[in-house]
């Protein structure tokens, strides 16, 4: 079993799990890196280069665990949002 889970289905994926405590931890690591990064690049400074590469590496990671989670969250609201709009419109139609 892999320690971080890609499969999820939307109630699941709406409570908070380690994936979301990872995130949670990664993603402040990552705005620093980036931004300090991108500083240091542009002064042209060797671990500017450095810090950019992890941040970015970092990022990837970040968005590697939480994405099946938030797509499946997504899924399940564009699932409602269209019997909304199914409903809405038979109310705007006077229909039962």
Same mark, same amino acid.
């Given at each position: 079993?892999? /320690?971080?889970?890609?499969?999820?289905?939307?109630? +699941? $994926? !709406?409570? /908070?799990?380690?994936? !979301?405590?990872?995130?949670? =931890?990664?993603?402040?690591? =990552? #705005?620093?890196?980036?931004?300090?990064?991108?500083?240091?690049?542009?002064?042209?400074?060797? #671990?500017?280069?450095?810090?950019?590469?992890?941040?970015?590496?970092?990022?990837?990671?970040?968005? /590697? =665990?939480?994405?099946?989670?938030?797509? $499946?969250?997504?899924?399940? #609201? %564009?699932?409602?949002?269209?019997? #909304?709009? %199914? !409903?809405?419109?038979?109310?705007?139609? /006077? +229909?039962?």
């Amino acid at each position: 079993m892999s /320690w971080i889970k890609r499969r999820w289905t939307a109630a +699941e $994926a !709406d409570r /908070w799990t380690k994936e !979301d405590y990872v995130t949670f =931890v990664v993603s402040p690591l =990552v #705005y620093v890196l980036l931004l300090l990064g991108t500083a240091l690049s542009l002064l042209l400074r060797w #671990y500017g280069f450095l810090l950019l590469g992890i941040g970015l590496a970092l990022f990837f990671f970040m968005l /590697w =665990v939480i994405d099946p989670k938030l797509k $499946a969250i997504s899924e399940d #609201y %564009e699932i409602k949002q269209k019997q #909304y709009l %199914e !409903d809405l419109e038979k109310i705007a139609r /006077w +229909e039962k």
